[in-house]
């Protein structure tokens, strides 16, 4: 929980460096909300969301509501889609895509879509500067190649999904001059 406080804190300091400012940034007093607003219930609950899909890995499972990477995206994607409903659509919610080819690949070993979940908060100023909040969707056992053994992978990364989410949950609700990506990245492990 401080490292998300801190990340939140650097992000905040980032935010408002501004592009052509020389002297040091001012505080921004939406801080202290802000920080109030993360719930480590929530962060907890996310967590054990992730962890109850058994396996997220790459190769896992797509087309499963219960099990897998397919669902573990599309309840993250249905979860950024809530945040921004609660934000009136002020997020951009959207799957980004690559064919990963196994031609040349030891961890894929047949072609397989690498399929990532974003939600854009646009900025007010500088819409298209980005900072980028990102946790890896994907979990994996110690055989790189082994889609369906369990694999929760509580603190590789779900903690780190959970938090994104959070963080969506919270900073949605304010604008800022550069956009944010918050972002659940597939394919880490391979």
């Known amino acids: 929980m401080q490292k998300f406080l801190l990340l939140t804190l650097f992000l905040f300091t980032f935010i408002d460096l501004g592009i052509s400012q020389s002297s040091p940034?001012?505080?921004d007093a939406r801080?202290?909300?802000?920080?109030?607003?993360?719930?480590?219930?929530?962060?907890?609950?996310?967590?054990?969301?992730?962890?109850?899909f058994g396996t997220r890995h790459t190769l896992s499972d797509t087309?499963?509501?219960?099990?897998?990477?397919?669902a573990a995206r599309r309840w993250i994607k249905s979860e950024?889609?809530?945040?921004?409903?609660d934000c009136n659509?002020?997020?951009?919610?959207?799957?980004?895509?690559?064919?990963?080819?196994?031609?040349?690949?030891?961890?894929?070993?047949?072609?397989?879509?690498?399929?990532?979940?974003?939600?854009?908060?646009?900025?007010s100023t500088y819409p298209n500067r980005?900072?980028?909040m990102s946790g890896d969707i994907d979990s994996r056992?110690?055989?790189?190649?082994?889609?369906?053994?369990?694999?929760?992978?509580?603190?590789?990364?779900a903690s780190g999904m959970a938090g994104v989410m959070e963080a969506a949950r919270v900073l949605s609700k304010y604008d800022f001059p550069m956009s944010?990506?918050?972002?659940?990245?597939?394919?880490?492990?391979?």
Request: charged residues 25%.
């Open 25 to 27: 940034p001012a505080a």
């Open 31 to 52: 801080i202290y909300d802000i920080i109030e607003a993360v719930s480590a219930e929530r962060i907890q609950t996310d967590i054990e969301k992730l962890v109850g």
């Open 63 to 70: 087309v499963s509501n219960t099990r897998g990477i397919g």
């Open 80 to 85: 950024f889609d809530n945040i921004s409903k």
């Open 89 to 123: 659509n002020c997020l951009e919610v959207s799957y980004h895509k690559g064919l990963a080819t196994a031609e040349g690949n030891r961890r894929i070993p047949t072609d397989t879509w690498i399929v990532n979940v974003m939600a854009i908060k646009r900025g």
């Open 130 to 132: 980005y900072i980028i």
């Open 141 to 157: 056992v110690s055989d790189p190649i082994d889609g369906t053994s369990d694999s929760p992978g509580a603190n590789d990364n």
């Open 180 to 190: 944010i990506i918050f972002v659940g990245l597939s394919g880490e492990e391979q």
